[in-house]
């Protein structure tokens, strides 16, 4: 190598370190990837400053194995509650070396004394236990070997009862009339997210070539599912498939996005944009249960709503729920609904059974849907580096 060349190297590695060496990182500046919206992490309000330097390290460890950028900034968001602890212990810890097992123990009874979701509370105690196992092998602080959380320490994961919409308020939402008040593109994404049961940050930052047709000629959408780092294959409805092509037919020539960003063409629209002209919609269509009374919805109950369709139609979770890790809404097909045999009949009823509905026609599909589900099963059937040191302890089966 030339001394000008080496040169060049130890000075754009330098300019890398300084980026790392920052409070503040962007992503687009470290040349990771990241959804938009979700590119910044800050270490600021960390203290003592010897943690806040040691944490720096750690998520740069974590993003060159492979680790997400968002998970990076959840890990982030679970140490600063660590942090917040730290500054409330008596006698306050100044070292490294005080951070013990009795101190750890101080720790999982403080989480459980605060206002938290169980979600957030096993993420502050998951990423603590991730740090101070890494800590070991790395040594970035001198803490004793003897502070550590065991995974029988962590929550089971316990499942939540599935936050599934009433028809009668999915009724205003998909109607017709309350959809022609709400603008392209986001009417289109609406439907789309509804339809599919995708999650919102999926479906937002789709590309503009993603739908494309199986080998039986059913229309199906290419998805990237952030939170598997895998691509699916998604089925889609007729609606859903009509709300595509319209969407595809108002891009420009070139345009990248499925759903580009008012402000910036060249970037997807941003989930909190999504997110307001949303709840904005709600207001402006007046929705309201039974009773009469307002109700707000989230995007991701649509998510719920579209799970619990499914399991009341009698379809397996596999066949047809994308990136489906976090709900449980749908099971295996319930006693006495549809199966392969009605499902290889489908298959043969021509052209005119395209024309009904998604959750109508996915019960008789279970072949077909099948064979997805195998594919996308193979896609996300190796977990993530990043991932395997993380994995909470299974429910024992009641059986």
């Known amino acids: 190598m030339t001394a000008p060349a080496a040169l060049r190297l130890a000075s754009a590695g330098e300019a890398i370190d300084q980026l790392y060496a920052a409070d503040a990182w962007r992503a687009g500046d470290l040349g990771v990837p990241a959804r938009r919206g979700r590119d910044r992490v800050t270490f600021s309000g960390i203290e003592p400053a010897w943690l806040r330097e040691a944490l720096k390290r750690w998520a740069r460890q974590r993003l060159a194995g492979g680790c997400s950028f968002n998970t990076v900034t959840t890990a982030m968001t679970a140490m600063r509650r660590f942090s917040l602890f730290l500054g409330e212990c008596t006698p306050q810890v100044v070292a490294p070396g005080q951070i013990s097992r009795p101190l750890i123990e101080q720790y999982l009874a403080w989480v459980t004394t605060r206002p938290l979701a169980d979600a957030s509370k096993n993420v502050a105690r998951l990423f603590v236990r991730a740090f101070l196992n890494d800590n070991k092998r790395y040594g970035w602080l001198p803490i004793p070997a003897e502070a550590v959380i065991y995974l029988d320490e962590l929550s089971s994961h316990k499942r939540p009862l599935p936050r599934f919409l ?171 609904s549809p199966g392969p045999a009605a499902g290889r009949q489908s298959e043969t009823a021509g052209q005119a059974g395209r024309d009904i509905t998604m959750l109508q026609r996915l019960p008789r599909c279970r072949v077909q849907f099948g064979c997805i589900a195998r594919q996308n099963a193979a896609a996300t059937a190796t977990p993530k580096p990043h991932q395997r040191g993380l994995a909470l302890p299974k429910a024992r089966s009641s059986r």
């Not at 009433?166 to 997210?193: D, T, W």
């Not at 080998?215 to 609606?239: Q, T």
């Not at 070139?254 to 997807?268: M, N």
Request: some cysteine; proline content about 7%.
């Open 166 to 336: 009433p028809e009668f308020v999915m009724g205003q939402l998909e109607s017709e009339a309350g959809l022609a008040r709400l603008a392209v593109p986001y009417r289109h994404l609406v439907v789309l997210i509804t339809e599919t049961g995708l999650r919102a940050g999926d479906a937002s930052t789709l590309p503009s070539d993603t739908l494309i047709t199986d080998s039986s000629g059913w229309p199906c959408l290419r998805v990237l599912i952030s939170k598997m780092g895998a691509e699916h294959l998604v089925p889609l409805s007729a609606r859903a498939a009509d709300a595509v092509r319209a969407q595809q037919a108002s891009l420009p020539d070139g345009a990248a996005w499925l759903f580009p960003s008012a402000s910036d063409p060249r970037l997807p629209v941003a989930y909190s944009t999504l997110r307001g002209v949303f709840n904005a919609w709600q207001e402006h269509i007046g929705l309201h249960d039974e009773a009469g009374r307002p109700v707000h919805v989230t995007l991701h109950q649509l998510r719920h709503t579209f799970g619990t369709r499914l399991k009341m139609g009698g379809v397996a979770s596999g066949a047809s729920f994308p990136g489906g890790r976090d709900h449980g809404a749908v099971r295996e097909r319930e006693p006495g």
